[in-house]
């Protein structure tokens, strides 16, 4: 089983109690403060590899950024589905897995919080600051453009899935990062064509974007992620690194 630890840096006395599950050893979760305090810190969720603590090697970080219904300050929503669902259920990744949740009423858009993030979590894991890649499905979909919008220069590959709640403005700053995006056909919650449009957009202007059309899926496609089916998507981020 992944273990895991649930961090949080909204005040000091968070960070504080974090320090204490942090690379050097523990796996007991530690305090949980979620808060309006600063709005550039996002409470997140940490899946480490099993064979972390008995080695000194650094890892890639994958980030995954869950769908609306998962918005709130209860960081259980965030377990229900998707890559942090998969590790409560066991899979062993060999990549360090960090799940933040947007609050309520936002976008992953509405505020800068991956660059904290990524600063603490770099802080207290041995990240390969080269092999960083951002998902999400939904509302998460749409946060990887919009975040990788961003700051473009900060993830070696894109995964967005069914992405909902972003646009194609400024899209062609991700030109030089490697996406692969999928969307079922049959998707009534958010409508195909939106990925269609994006992914138009980044061929235009050069973008190195693959996309998978699924035929005849809806709206629930996390099954993508599963390493055993025919898209290897996970094989496939940690393919790649940085460009410099």
Request: aromatic share 10%; hydrophobic share 40%.
């Amino acid at each position: 089983m992944i273990r895991f630890v649930f961090l949080v840096a909204i005040i000091a006395g968070a960070l504080s109690a974090a320090a204490g599950c942090g690379a050097g050893g523990g796996n007991q979760p530690g305090d949980v403060t979620p808060g309006d305090a600063s709005t550039d810190h996002y409470p997140y969720l940490v899946y480490l590899p099993k064979d972390y603590n008995a080695s000194k090697k650094v890892y890639p970080l994958v980030v995954y950024l869950h769908g609306s219904s998962a918005r709130g300050n209860h960081l259980a929503l965030v377990k229900g589905a998707g890559l942090p669902r998969m590790a409560e259920d066991g899979a062993a990744f060999d990549f360090i897995l960090v799940a933040p949740q947007c609050p309520t009423g936002k976008l992953w858009s509405s505020d800068d919080w991956s660059v904290p993030l990524l600063k603490e979590v770099a802080g207290k894991f041995r990240i390969d600051k080269d092999r960083i890649y951002l998902t999400g499905v939904s509302m998460g979909g749409g946060g990887v453009f919009d975040v990788a919008k961003q700051h473009p220069g900060t993830f070696a590959a894109l995964a967005p899935l069914c992405a909902w709640a972003s646009d194609t403005f400024q899209l062609c700053k991700l030109k030089d990062v490697p996406v692969w995006t999928f969307h079922g056909t049959e998707d009534h919650v958010v409508p195909v064509a939106e990925t269609d449009q994006k992914v138009k957009v980044l061929k235009d202007c050069g973008g190195q974007v693959k996309y998978t059309r699924l035929k005849g899926e809806g709206h629930a496609i996390h099954f993508v992620y599963d390493p055993a089916n025919e898209y290897r998507l996970l094989e496939w981020l940690l393919s790649h690194s940085r460009k410099k």
